[in-house]
T-cell receptor, first 115, second 113 residues
Framework: DAGVIQSPRHEVTEMGQEVTLRCKPI?????LFWYRQTMMRGLELLIYFNNNVPIDDSGMPEDRFSAKMPNASFSTLKIQPSEPRDSAVYFC???FGVGGWGTQYFGPGTRLLVL | GENVEQHPSTLSVQEGDSAVIKCTYS??????FPWYKQELGKRPQLIIDIRSNVGEKKDQRIAVTLNKTAKHFSLHITETQPEDSAVYFC????????????FGTGTQLKVEL
């Protein structure tokens, strides 16, 4: 099992550019989560999906952020336009299970730097 | 609302000593409590978890205890080693949130030689 796969691993871009982060969850998992981690704000949940449907996007900071999950094997997090304050590590995680007992497995993260 | 409080924020121990990190949660119906370890520059990784129908769980040098009445749970690391140095996060699921986890703010553990 390859685990959760994220790409790119590192991204450096200039303010105003569009950034797209990609995630492939573990096969068979029905939940997918996007997190952002910074020193100042810690680990923040941005949005999560269940069976490809967005369930809670209350953590998405602003309209510049959008996320999609077109199928069970792929999700994207897009930032348009990007700003320096978006610089962070973005993690994708997936889980499987009912009753709120599903362990979340994290991908390696995408380290984003917006200049 | 959904809330997990974690203490302390930093913890320094001597190699071989024990370390204890404590978390409290707000929802009495919460039923799943994992602990994650995050080394510098790496992803959070699950080290141990406990479900609400169990009071204690142990895996070698680490253990977790759960007190449902008081709504708190703790991570215990015995015989600490330098490789235990990392940030530890507790988390909990909440009613209606499915597999969504609410994380604590993390504890930076430093094991000194």
């Amino acid at each position: 099992d390859a685990g959760v796969i994220q790409s790119p691993r590192h991204e450096v871009t200039e303010m105003g550019q569009e950034v797209t982060l990609r995630c492939k969850p573990i096969s068979g998992h029905d939940y997918l989560f996007w997190y952002r981690q910074t020193m100042m704000r810690g680990l923040e949940l941005l949005i999560y999906f269940n069976n490809n449907v967005p369930i809670d996007d209350s953590g998405m900071p602003e309209d510049r952020f959008s996320a999609k999950m077109p199928n069970a094997s792929f999700s994207t997090l897009k930032i348009q336009p990007s700003e320096p304050r978006d610089s962070a590590v973005y993690f994708c995680a997936s889980s499987f299970g009912v009753g709120g007992w599903g362990t979340q497995y994290f991908g390696p993260g995408t380290r984003l730097l917006v200049l | 609302g959904e809330n997990v409080e974690q203490h302390p924020s930093t913890l320094s121990v001597q190699e071989g000593d024990s370390a204890v990190i404590k978390c409290t949660y707000s929802d009495s119906a919460s039923n799943y409590f994992p602990w994650y370890k995050q080394e510098l520059g790496k992803r959070p990784q699950l080290i141990i978890d406990i479900r609400s129908n169990v009071g204690e769980k142990k895996d070698q040098r680490i253990a977790v205890t759960l007190n449902k009445t008081a709504k708190h749970f703790s991570l215990h690391i015995t015989e600490t080693q330098p490789e235990d140095s990392a940030v530890y996060f507790c988390a909990a699921t909440f009613t209606g949130g499915g597999n969504k986890l609410t994380f604590g703010t993390g504890t930076q553990l430093k094991v000194e030689l």
